[in-house]
T-cell receptor
Framework: EDKVVQSPLSLVVHEGDTVTLNCSYEVTNFRSLLWYKQEKKAPTFLFMLTSSGIEKKSGRLSSILDKKELSSILNITATQTGDSAIYLCAAVGGATNKLIFGTGTLLAVQP | NAGVMQNPRHLVRRRGQEARLRCSPM?????VYWYRQLPEEGLKFMVY????????ESGMPKERFSAEFPKEGPSILRIQQVVRGDSAAYFC???????????????FGPGTRLTVL
């Protein structure tokens, strides 16, 4: 059965800290891995990773995929309280492009 | 260009009633996916539809749940005889025409929060 596992389940840090969120996957016909941020509403898209070893960056956020290890990390540097959210990792699998989500990492950034 | 629209945003039903959730995809999108998010859990795929066709319903519970995407109008997720365990947030996402071998980004709607009393 396809599965995506995220760790840690939750994390509490202080503003200015750097955090690393982990995602591992076992998905048949894997195509891509996506990261989303969810703040009590619909998930908002952060990154899509298809190629191994190529880092994607957006401001203080960056992410990279390791297809050998079947994993990805999401880094957030100089965290701010506005980064507090659930971060979801999803793998795209199969011919129908359905998303297989992990349970998410709940990040709380304290002032 | 309006995003994906879902209504109602909040729905309260008593056990045994029916729930109808609607999703209007983005303009020009002909593919709709439904996901369910139970409390404290990640999103789980339910069903994937194109206009007038169910393509993948591997995530749908076998009983009481059905989905459609008619030629005209929104996609409907229907839950009959709701139970407390159906309480969740239901998200739909739409994407443009599927290109073989490529991932087409899915755009999420705001979700419908269903509460079963």
């Amino acid at each position: 059965e396809d599965k995506v596992v995220q760790s840690p389940l939750s994390l509490v840090v202080h503003e200015g800290d750097t955090v690393t969120l982990n995602c591992s996957y076992e998905v048949t016909n894997f195509r891509s891995l996506l990261w989303y941020k969810q703040e009590k509403k619909a998930p908002t898209f952060l990154f899509m990773l298809t190629s191994s070893g190529i880092e994607k960056k957006s401001g203080r956020l960056s992410s990279i995929l390791d297809k050998k290890e079947l994993s990805s990390i999401l880094n957030i540097t100089a965290t701010q309280t506005g980064d507090s959210a659930i971060y979801l990792c999803a793998a795209v699998g199969g011919a129908t492009n359905k998303l297989i989500f992990g349970t998410g990492t709940l990040l709380a950034v304290q002032p | 260009n309006a995003g994906v629209m879902q209504n109602p945003r909040h729905l309260v039903r008593r056990r045994g009633q029916e729930a109808r959730l609607r999703c209007s995809p983005m303009k020009g999108h002909s593919h709709v996916y439904w996901y369910r998010q139970l409390p404290e859990e990640g999103l789980k795929f339910m069903v994937y539809l194109q206009k007038e066709n169910i393509i993948d319903e591997s995530g749908m519970p076998k009983e009481r749940f059905s989905a459609e995407f008619p030629k005209e109008g929104p996609s409907i997720l229907r839950i009959q005889q709701v139970v407390r365990g159906d309480s969740a947030a239901y998200f739909c996402a739409s994407s443009p025409r599927l290109l073989a071998g490529f991932y087409n980004e899915q755009f999420f709607g705001p979700g419908t929060r269903l509460t079963v009393l």
